[in-house]
């Protein structure tokens, strides 16, 4: 009998935690093998191009999957059995809560890439400009951004943050070649103030395409979808 996909990941899951020789994998290890499981159950490998907007967002669910996985066989024991004392109870939590938050600024900048290099983008992570920064992308390089022969119009930024809050406004001095930025956000709705303020910064944002509903009905023609930030990589990079 064929196994339903619920069934079929959890046993890739269980199958990966298995072969792990460390207790938690790197980031991009983990944001790999969530991708190459996606693939090799659902068969879609070809919506990276038709529709990366639902595929980063199943890439990010399937690691989070993954990554819940991995925290129950690690740390299922000590939940059931208790803790020694409340000192415990705390230093657990705080490496818990810890690995969470790094985990997932990394894992959204991993599945981007992987969009990008499936639409055969050019691009550089964590390029440094002015200042020692290192803006999440840039396209097409560091390179080019340091070459003022390079067209300026050409140039490409893009920062990546699961939640925008007041942290957007880290971007805004990251490159000061390419006044216009593009960011990239999982966060589902922020206020009009926060929009018209990333807006005066020449910010855009972009958003998976099925989050734009939780955006101001006011400002959803602004906001971008990844699709579209993608034809306009390709646009500029060919003119």
């Known amino acids: 009998m064929d196994l339903c996909p619920d069934k079929q990941v959890e046993l890739a899951f269980d199958k990966f935690i298995t072969a792990l020789d460390v207790d938690f994998p790197v980031s991009a290890v ?89 639409n055969a983008l050019v691009y550089q992570p964590q390029a440094r400009t002015e200042g020692n920064k290192k803006p999440d992308f840039l396209f097409p390089c560091g390179a080019a951004y340091h070459d003022y022969d390079y067209p300026q119009e050409r140039l490409i930024f893009l920062a990546a943050k699961t939640t925008c809050k007041d942290r957007w406004r880290q971007i805004i001095n990251e490159a000061d070649r390419i006044p216009n930025k593009h960011l990239f956000t999982l966060q589902q709705g922020i206020s009009t103030q926060q929009f018209n303020e990333m807006e005066a910064e020449r910010i855009t944002l972009v958003v998976p395409e099925k989050y734009i509903k939780a955006y101001p009905p006011e400002k959803k023609n602004s906001i971008w979808t990844l699709k579209k930030f993608i034809a306009f990589v390709k646009e500029r990079a060919s003119g």
């Open 30 to 118: 983990m944001s790999a093998e969530a991708r190459k499981i996606f693939t090799e159950i659902f068969n879609q490998e070809d919506m990276i191009v038709r529709n990366p907007d639902n595929q980063i967002i199943s890439w990010i669910d399937m690691e989070y999957r993954l990554f819940r996985r991995i925290e129950l066989s690690r740390y299922g024991d000590i939940i059931k059995n208790g803790f020694e004392s409340v000192e415990h109870f705390i230093v657990v939590a705080n490496m818990v809560l810890n690995r969470r938050k790094s985990r997932a600024g990394k894992s959204l900048e991993h599945h981007l890439s992987a969009v990008f290099d499936g």
